[in-house]
Nanobody, 126 residues
Framework: QPQLVESGGGSVQAGGSLRLSCAVS????????MVWFRQVPGQEREGVAA?????????TYADSVKGRFTASKDSATKTLYLQMNSLKPEDTAIYYCAATTTVVVWPLSAADYANWGQGTQVTVSS
């Protein structure tokens, strides 16, 4: 029974869109900052987006995705989303979600997160 389950990945052409979901269980959802990371095999996990605690938490983004990705959450269903538009080949990675009670500041560090979902693969072709 994983606490974080990512879904929604797939293969798209450059310029296309995908919407990722992260289903959460075992957390007091509104008390946690939620984050999205991505990882290419052989490289470190890179912070992509974060959204604050509470019903209307503020979302922040890495410079590389700002203006293209939108993070949101549904407190009723305990689901985190990442809407990805104008996808680029360099967005190709496995995308993961995680949660923390620590105030999130940029740059994000994967070392600050111990519990991850299984990830969902995003592949963007040129």
């Amino acid at each position: 029974q994983p606490q974080l389950v990512e879904s929604g990945g797939g293969s798209v052409q450059a310029g296309g869109s995908l919407r990722l979901s992260c289903a959460v269980s075992g957390y007091f959802f509104n008390n946690y900052y939620m984050v999205w990371f991505r990882q290419v095999p052989g490289q470190e996990r890179e912070g992509v987006a974060a959204i604050g605690a509470g019903v209307d938490g503020r979302a922040t983004y890495a410079d590389s995705v700002k203006g293209r990705f939108t993070a949101s959450k549904d407190s009723a269903t305990k689901t985190l989303y990442l809407q990805m538009n104008s996808l680029k080949p360099e967005d190709t990675a496995i995308y993961y979600c995680a949660a923390t009670t620590t105030v999130v500041v940029w740059p994000l560090s994967a070392a600050d997160y111990a519990n991850w979902g299984q990830g969902t693969q995003v592949t963007v072709s040129s």
